[in-house]
């Protein structure tokens, strides 16, 4: 089996990161690494984090540059880049080693699975599952993975406060199609139910379709704020 890197962007994440941990530690136990990559949290964020990872990492914020510097001391064959407030399935180092098949050029991501009870919040995550088929372009949430060789060819990140994963995604379109699992990740719901469900839906359809007509992703980021 090829070796799992699992990267993890963090920034004041102490209510969300022990669930995620605690589900990677059978990972750990069979050889894969797990690496925080903080990005300057005042929680306790790291005292967290301390025992339940391979690597702690100090970054300047920002989850695209968060990652590549994980990547840049990640040991791994296979990248995988994970949001501190997901939940994994059981044997998911089997499923993404399966799927890769030892390819050196290949990357993917899984379904998602929104964690709040409220009916709307299902059908948001078949639409972001259903997009993400058609298009071939991943978001974050879904639990971007790929092989390093990838990696390293395209570069990593573009450095980008938003849009990082659309980015990195049409980028990885052109060198492989994308692996896309129908196993799925458990994602924190918190930012439809804060920002609320719709507005929130609306506020992401606006800023993706002004991405994709050239807009400036750092002005994007402030509309997102």
Known sequence: MQRLSIIIPTLNEADSLPATLERLQPLRSRGHEVILV??????KT??????????????????????NVGASQARGDIFWFLHA?????VLTDQIIDHAIDGRKLAWGRFD?????????????AFMMNRRSRLTGIATGDQGIFVTRALFETINGFIEQPLMEDIEISRRLKRHARPICLEQKLITSSRRWETRGIW????LMWRLRLRYALGGDPHKLAKLYR
């Open 38 to 43: 903080d990005g300057g949290s005042m929680d």
């Open 46 to 67: 790291i005292d967290i984090a301390r025992p339940l990872v391979d690597r702690i990492l100090n970054s300047e914020p920002g989850r695209a540059r968060q990652m």
């Open 85 to 89: 407030d997901t939940l994994i399935p």
């Open 112 to 124: 998602v699975r929104l964690s709040g009870k409220d009916v709307r919040l299902r059908l948001i």
């Open 199 to 202: 507005r929130t839906v609306f």
